[in-house]
């Protein structure tokens, strides 16, 4: 007699559990049943610019990080890679359909390329580069500067449980 009623109660509770994603999948702008998605929404990000070129004194293996002057925005990211003795970054500069505030074509653009510092007892480098944004790639070379001075040194655990 009681298993009948908990299997119920069970069956019932998953069904009340299932409805508020069901409603919602059928609200506008919220799920695959939505038949007005917008064009943002439905149609894919344009393709970064690539931007590489020397960066002489910075060392293979470095994150390098993009922000574009004017705004501050967020522009991208990339590496430094080691080739014959030379050190070269690459990056990708962020359309901006992929990051409000960055390249639109033929759009002339101030990008600030951050370094990362490859020791935590050393500072990060930076430089810049003026590029005209088109799909594609362009090659600019940089002079980054010398190592920014730390303020504070102090590792911080992140959620993943690696130092920062």
Same mark, same amino acid.
């Given at each position: 007699?009681?298993?009948?009623?908990?299997?119920?109660?069970?069956?019932?509770?998953?069904?009340?559990?299932?409805?508020?994603?069901?409603?919602?999948?059928?609200?506008?702008? #919220?799920?695959?049943?939505?038949?007005?998605?917008?064009?943002?929404?439905?149609?894919?990000?344009?393709?970064?610019?690539?931007?590489?070129?020397?960066?002489?004194?910075?060392?293979?293996?470095?994150?390098?990080?993009?922000?574009?002057?004017?705004?501050?925005?967020? =522009?991208?990211?990339?590496?430094?890679?080691?080739?014959?003795?030379?050190?070269?970054?690459?990056?990708?500069?962020?359309? *901006?359909?992929?990051?409000?505030? =960055?390249?639109?074509?033929?759009?002339?653009?101030?990008?600030?390329?951050?370094?990362?510092?490859?020791?935590?007892?050393?500072?990060?480098? #930076?430089?810049?580069?003026?590029?005209?944004?088109?799909?594609? *790639?362009?090659?600019?070379?940089? #002079?980054?500067? *010398?190592?920014?001075?730390?303020?504070?040194?102090?590792?911080?655990?992140?959620?993943?449980?690696?130092?920062?």
């Amino acid at each position: 007699m009681k298993r009948p009623l908990i299997v119920g109660l069970v069956l019932v509770s998953a069904v009340l559990a299932a409805l508020p994603a069901t409603f919602f999948s059928m609200m506008p702008g #919220t799920g695959r049943l939505d038949r007005t998605a917008s064009a943002a929404g439905s149609v894919p990000p344009g393709p970064p610019l690539v931007l590489y070129g020397a960066a002489p004194g910075v060392a293979g293996g470095t994150s390098v990080t993009i922000t574009n002057n004017a705004n501050g925005a967020y =522009c991208g990211r990339g590496t430094v890679v080691s080739d014959g003795g030379s050190t070269y970054y690459v990056v990708d500069v962020y359309a *901006s359909s992929q990051a409000p505030g =960055c390249g639109t074509p033929g759009a002339s653009l101030s990008l600030a390329l951050y370094f990362a510092p490859s020791t935590p007892t050393s500072g990060g480098r #930076t430089a810049t580069a003026n590029v005209t944004w088109n799909v594609g *790639s362009a090659k600019v070379d940089v #002079t980054p500067g *010398s190592p920014l001075p730390i303020a504070g040194y102090a590792p911080v655990t992140t959620r993943d449980g690696l130092y920062y």
